[in-house]
T-cell receptor, first 110, second 112 residues
Framework: SQQGEEDPQALSIQEGENATMNCSYK?????LQWYRQNSGRGLVHLILIRSNEREKHSGRLRVTLDTSKKSSSLLITASRAADTASYFCATVRVRNKLVFGAGTILRVKS | EAQVTQNPRYLITVTGKKLTVTCSQNMNHEYMSWYRQDPGLGLRQIYY???????DKGDVPEGYKVSRKEKRNFPLILESPSPNQTSLYFCASSFEGRDTQYFGPGTRLTVL
């Protein structure tokens, strides 16, 4: 079964706008990771946030984690056409098992 | 350059014809895994390996085999492929299972 559930399933915005994607999960986690996938290609790691962290930044990316609500969000600020991709959250369960959600498809229009 | 390589990148085969998809990493990672990606289902783990000679089933292991005889290689074997194994396959590696995963470029498999 899928652990992470991304929301929304698809998002379309104009270049320069911010994009927010959410991820919810059901069980306790060790960490939560976000990945990007350009059409049909391999996934690229974006950010890893540990269960004892609440917020993390990397360039134009900001990830938050709320373990009480079992949810995380990925914010991409000042989006660019090159940010068009699918974004996945992955949670690390017991025995270090990584489980991916179904992803959010982001389209940034120029 | 640190990377995970997969071969072949594209493969069209027929039902029942045994095939192997190779995966190799040059980062001395202990953890390696295989995923399949299908529309609307995200990535589902097939098998994983925590070290040489240590492998275990993921969420969808039926119809697949793996082996880990060397640290850098983790081949995926389909003994008798069926059309429901048509999918996009990814190999990934990391130092530990909970760490950042490094993905290969993918293998698009079609079973007729």
């Amino acid at each position: 079964s899928q652990q992470g559930e991304e929301d929304p399933q698809a998002l379309s915005i104009q270049e320069g706008e911010n994009a927010t994607m959410n991820c919810s999960y059901k069980t306790s986690i060790n960490n939560l990771q976000w990945y990007r996938q350009n059409s049909g290609r391999g996934l690229v790691h974006l950010i890893l946030i540990r269960s004892n962290e609440r917020e993390k930044h990397s360039g134009r990316l900001r990830v938050t984690l709320d373990t009480s609500k079992k949810s995380s969000s990925l914010l991409i600020t000042a989006s660019r056409a090159a940010d068009t991709a699918s974004y996945f959250c992955a949670t690390v369960r017991v025995r270090n098992k990584l489980v991916f959600g179904a992803g959010t498809i982001l389209r940034v229009k120029s | 350059e640190a990377q995970v390589t997969q071969n072949p990148r594209y493969l069209i085969t027929v039902t029942g014809k045994k095939l192997t998809v190779t995966c190799s990493q040059n980062m001395n990672h202990e953890y390696m895994s295989w995923y399949r990606q299908d529309p609307g289902l995200g990535l589902r783990q097939i098998y994983y390996s925590m070290n040489v000679e240590v492998t275990d089933k993921g969420d969808v292991p039926e119809g697949y085999k793996v082996s880990r005889k060397e640290k850098r290689n983790f081949p995926l074997i389909l003994e008798s492929p069926s059309p429901n194994q048509t999918s996009l396959y990814f190999c990934a590696s990391s130092f530990e299972g909970r760490d950042t995963q490094y993905f290969g470029p993918g293998t698009r498999l079609t079973v007729l």
